[in-house]
């Protein structure tokens, strides 16, 4: 490559770069203040609240079902006996639990959502790694959700300890989320890296 190719292909390196820091911040920004509407339309009392769609489209009271029932079954194997309602877990002889919209893991999964999206990726890769990485924080919150019954049942003089256990949660799927997503990005991008390179490999003239 001359050094004309070179700066055209850096300049083509920066447009990119800066398309997918918009992309990035204008899809976060769709994603989780629409889930913060959304979940304000849903919840009664609140200002946008709309009975029809609070009754028929609730998605936020869908994934607290979905996070609450199989923490419950898994304290349940534990030996502990568990009651609960669509936003509350309460241990018999243990902790109560109220899963309200922040422990629902929206907002990582609003940031996950919009780095995938906006990463210059085939489709199949990015609905693959979308659809992994959702399944992943689903998983970690009901394990968060299902510790925290097991542990305070078992811990009840330790239950002061367990205060930052939202902090600790989002460092924990982060950090994951931030590893997988490395390995994506790597694979995708060897991937563009070997068809420019072979793009650029002229046969040999006879």
């Not at 659809?131 to 811990?155: D, E, K, P, Q, W």
Request: charged fraction near 15%.
């Amino acid at each position: 490559m001359n050094e004309i190719q070179i700066k055209q292909a850096k300049k083509q390196a920066d447009l990119k770069a800066i398309k997918f820091v918009i992309a990035l911040f204008v899809l976060y920004i769709l994603f989780s203040q629409g889930n913060l509407f959304m979940n304000s339309v849903m919840t009664p009392g609140a200002r946008f609240y709309n009975a029809g769609l609070a009754e028929h489209f609730n998605y936020i009271q869908g994934l607290k079902t979905a996070l609450i029932v199989p923490a419950v079954w898994i304290i349940k194997a534990f030996g502990f006996y568990a009651i609960y309602n669509e936003s509350d877990v309460m241990v018999v002889a243990g902790p109560y639990l109220r899963i309200n919209y922040s422990c629902l893991g929206l907002g990582v999964m609003s940031f996950l959502a919009a780095f995938v999206l906006a990463f210059p990726a085939p489709w199949k890769s990015t609905f693959k790694m979308l659809a992994i990485g959702i399944l992943t924080i689903y998983v970690l919150n009901v394990c968060r959700i299902a510790g925290l019954g097991v542990l305070l049942g078992l811990f009840e003089s330790q239950r002061q300890n367990f205060t930052y256990h939202h902090e600790v949660f989002n460092v924990i799927v982060y950090i994951c989320i931030f590893v997988m997503l490395y390995i994506w990005i790597k694979n995708n991008t060897k991937g563009i890296r070997k068809a420019k390179t072979e793009d650029t490999i002229q046969p040999k003239q006879d």
